[in-house]
């Protein structure tokens, strides 16, 4: 629940004091996008706390030092305090920024320091106030999961509990009365959606902290899949809060005894999790993207921010599309776009222009590659600078394309550019096409290669060195 009024130590402190807050619970991203906490007892919230911060081992953070020079200092973010429901004693959990140990200057690495960049470079260029960011949360939840990877065992089992009984084991196990049909859950009602009620605390969980929600429903997935959309905010915030829901999602779901995964792919043959990202450039309150006149009631502002977008699909998708599973749900067949072009209501598209988002204060389009394993910092700050290399160089996104692309030939279809095909194919093209992204020091080449370098380590060559299960059907009897 986020606390109102807490602007600074003063304030929060008084804040503590009042209700009997017995814990800090201090959280930090690693450069991959994943959340880490130290907890620290309420007695030391201090003046100090705030400004030398906590101590801890940057070595053991992916992307961050190396560990024989190891030590960096959390320092908290007081407007980012929230009352974290998931603990028996009274805590406060804060997002903190990562600072060097010694002069306590901003970690470079820091990606909550990037995204700031980001919002800094774009208010420089005078062309709005801010970059607006919505996604759409889409997951799994599962009720039976059980996964292994070692020697001699290398095996996942999940199923849902409204999912057909057996349905990925036997086709001869017998069903219950109601079952979601196989890819035809969405917007299912009761009784087959058995998730209303989880969906619903979710949503007044969000709503509490502060983001506002649009709505929840059950998504086109059998096995338990469901979506919670939401509003917009800034981008350092819709940052934080893309990682305050995901840690929402997973402790609500596990006090009702099942497993939450924004796993883009985790199911075989079902509808994958996205991400997408609706977004715009805001100035006093209304959209700088609004044109009456415009396709879709966007002008050429927008235009060229899609523009950038589509030109740098390929590079952004090492950002957006951050890991190798994200690569089993960017295929044909599931509504998920694998094509770089832009229309309006066309869902085989990377980018679609909502028809119901065409008034001055909401006019927007949102990008649909994104999946919920990306760092959201650097994610979002990605999609904003390639946005703004288009504004500049006042790139034409061509003509939009309102064909359904499963129905086209495939001859034509190959005459658009694709989104790549694998993590270290978009790595690749994040190695070859990253200038944009260092505009006005934003990202620094830097963090480009730590990042390459730790998702090549961590997740490409990681999966490249181990056999797959699917390999024993293909080869065991070779």
């Known amino acids: 629940m986020k606390i109102e009024g807490i602007t600074d130590f003063e304030s929060l402190a008084a804040y503590a004091r009042e209700n009997g807050v017995v814990n800090l619970d201090l959280k930090f991203v690693d450069l991959p996008g994943r959340w880490h906490h130290v907890t620290v007892p309420a007695a030391r919230l201090t003046n100090e706390l705030f400004e030398y911060g906590v101590g801890f081992d940057g070595s053991q953070s992916p992307g961050y030092k190396a560990v024989e020079a190891g030590d960096l200092a959390l320092r908290p973010d007081p407007t980012t305090a929230m009352l974290d429901r998931f603990w028996e004693q009274p805590t406060v959990s804060l997002i903190c920024d990562i600072h060097e140990a010694d002069t306590l200057e901003r970690y470079a690495r820091d990606p909550r320091a990037l995204a700031e960049r980001a919002a800094v470079y774009l208010a420089g260029l005078n062309v709005a106030d801010a970059y607006w960011v919505s996604p759409e949360y889409e997951f799994h939840l599962l009720r039976n999961v059980y996964y292994a990877s070692e020697p001699g065992r290398c095996l996942y089992f999940a199923n849902a509990p409204e999912e057909e009984e057996g349905s990925h084991i036997s086709a001869a196990v017998a069903t219950p009365g109601y079952n979601v049909p196989r890819e035809g859950g ?276 990681a999966l490249d060195r181990r056999p797959h299960p699917h390999e024993y059907i293909l080869y065991f009897d070779m």
């Open 186 to 461: 969405y917007q299912s009602i009761p009784p087959l959606d058995e998730f209303y009620d989880l969906r619903a605390e979710m949503a007044a969980a969000v709503e509490a902290s502060g983001l506002p929600v649009r709505y929840h429903h059950h998504e086109v997935g059998a096995t338990g899949q469901c979506e919670i959309e939401v509003g917009f905010l800034p981008l350092v915030r819709a940052a934080d809060m893309n990682l305050w829901v995901k840690y929402l999602v997973r402790n609500l779901a596990r006090e009702w005894d099942l497993y939450a995964t924004f796993m883009p792919k985790p199911i075989f043959g079902e509808a994958g999790n996205g991400m997408h990202v609706h977004q715009f450039l805001g100035s006093e309150g209304l959209s700088a993207f609004y044109d009456a006149d415009g396709y879709g009631g966007l002008g050429e502002l927008a235009r060229h921010f899609m523009g950038g977008i589509l030109k740098h699909g390929r590079s952004l998708a090492a950002f957006t599309n951050a890991a190798t599973n994200s690569y089993k749900r960017l295929v044909p067949g599931f509504e998920a776009p694998v094509r770089l072009f832009y229309s309006i209501g066309n869902r085989s598209g990377t980018i679609r222009i909502p028809k119901y988002a065409a008034r001055a204060e909401e006019a927007r389009f949102e990008y649909r590659p994104p999946d919920a394993t990306c760092n959201p910092y650097l994610a979002f700050s990605a999609l904003l600078m390639a946005g703004l290399d288009g504004v500049v160089n006042e790139v034409d996104p061509g003509e939009p394309l309102e064909e359904d692309l499963a129905k086209m030939p495939k001859a034509r279809q190959r005459r658009i550019r694709s989104l790549p095909k694998s993590l270290v194919a978009a790595l690749d093209d994040l190695r070859r096409d990253h200038d944009y992204l260092v505009a006005g020091g934003v990202f620094t080449e830097d963090i480009i290669g730590a990042y390459i370098e730790t998702k090549m380590e961590h997740d490409v060559r």
